[in-house]
């Protein structure tokens, strides 16, 4: 763990603040006005990608963990071939869903016609150059080195394109462009370092799609729970953009993002971990080593506490000086939203482990239960917050679902740690 922390925390360093960088050259180049419609085509696509893409790389870890220890490699080939599979088709079906989509937003967030187009186009690359088999592939076979360079990728044409256009005083289409050319280069380079220089195969067909459904027994229901799960906790990181967008218009929205994405970076070290965790909380399971998988999560979970305590006083006194740092001048309104979103990251990173140890005990179920409260909270608290708050409601709907979904977690993560035995239950 610690040796793949290592390579994780150094691609995620440089991940972060390369992400950091390039927003902080879009704010500076497009303006708050600019910057705020960029926003709202990034949250367009990302927000549809979280809802159809399937999170397969937990089904690759959850059960390629169990052939892997067996050698059973053709079930293995044949389980990569399945979370491909369905990879690509979810990227086809939310690719059509990006295009005509823009009918309905484009009229609740002010787009102009060549505004919806370039969001229609843009999601729609968006949509077709992600997966997610390579990453759980990588992470299966212990090449988090692997990983780290490929995921590396992405960020650094973003970064790359970013200067130049920055530098060049170019316009919102330029910085799509770059984005929609970063997310296809990184998948490419994720399936070439995955089939590549991994070595892995990838057993395609109706047999093999059938076969396995049979070898891995709820694989099909973990999936779906798992995608589901996923799709919700990520729903309010882009439906609060557009939210903004649509009660305040682009410049609020632009603020909005900057706060989530400043306060999303201070938890970021620690999101790393559970990268790493979850595969080895996965094979604890599998070798039904109860005590020391117990002994893990209390550990992690005890450092993430103190952690969330720390990033909450940093947002609190330097978050006025990161935000002019980091977008210059004229967005400073983005502080209010950066202190409340920060509060939202830290509850978050306090149980940061909890979903990992639900699903290497196979309680994806438990998660998605957790999932729907959350996504309730946030209905709830954003249709009965904005109207009457403002803008800044939408933060404190963010906040009212972290707390939810982690309470529900935590006490379903307290029965499990009671048991005296690793073994898993049914969903």
């Not at 720390?310 to 983005?334: M, W």
Request: aromatic fraction near 8%.
């Amino acid at each position: 763990m610690a040796r793949n922390i290592g390579w994780l925390l150094g691609g995620r360093g440089f991940t972060g603040a390369a992400s950091l960088a390039y927003l902080a050259l879009a704010a500076r180049a497009l303006g708050p006005q600019g910057f705020g419609t960029f926003s709202l085509i990034l949250a367009y696509g990302a927000g549809i990608a979280n809802l159809i893409q399937f999170r397969s790389w937990q089904a690759v870890i959850r059960f390629g963990a169990i052939h892997h220890g067996a050698e059973r490699r053709d079930q293995l080939h044949r389980l990569f071939g399945f979370t491909a599979t369905l990879d690509w088709t979810s990227a086809l079906l939310g690719a059509v869903v990006a295009v005509f989509g823009t009918a309905l937003a484009a009229p609740l967030l002010g787009w102009s016609s060549i505004e919806a187009r370039d969001a229609a186009l843009f999601g729609a690359v968006l949509l077709l150059s992600t997966g997610a088999t390579p990453a759980g592939i990588l992470r299966l076979g212990d090449r988090f080195d692997l990983l780290t360079y490929t995921e590396a990728i992405g960020p650094l044409i973003r970064l790359v394109g970013a200067l130049v256009a920055w530098t060049a005083g170019l316009g919102i289409n330029v910085f799509l462009m770059v984005w929609a050319t970063a997310a296809i280069a990184q998948m490419l380079v994720g399936w070439a370092a995955a089939l590549i220089i991994h070595r892995a195969r990838l057993t395609l067909g109706r047999t093999a799609f059938r076969q396995t459904l049979a070898e891995n027994p709820r694989l099909w229901r973990f999936m779906v729970q798992t995608n589901l799960s996923s799709s919700l906790s990520a729903i309010w990181q882009q439906l609060g953009v557009l939210a903004v967008g649509a009660v305040d218009g682009a410049v609020s929205a632009g603020a909005f993002r900057i706060a989530s994405k400043l306060a999303s970076s201070f938890s970021k070290p620690l999101e790393t971990m559970t990268r790493v965790l979850y595969p080895e909380l996965a094979r604890l399971v599998a070798s039904n080593d109860h005590a020391t998988l117990r002994r893990v999560f209390l550990q992690l979970t005890a450092v993430s506490t103190v952690m969330a305590a720390l990033v909450i006083g940093l947002a609190v006194f330097a978050g006025p000086r990161l935000l002019v740092l980091f977008s210059g001048h004229g967005f400073e309104g983005a502080y209010p939203y950066l202190i409340v979103l920060t509060i939202a990251a830290a509850i978050d990173l306090a149980g940061f482990g909890l979903e990992s140890i639900h699903n290497a005990h196979g309680r994806s179920g438990r998660v998605l239960g957790a999932r729907l409260i959350g996504a309730v909270t946030y209905v709830f608290a954003l249709a009965l917050l904005l109207p009457t708050i403002g803008p800044i409601g939408a933060a404190f709907a963010v906040v009212a679902t972290s707390l939810a979904m982690r309470l529900h977690m935590a006490m379903s993560a307290k029965r499990i740690l009671q048991r005296k035995g690793g073994e898993m239950e049914e969903s």
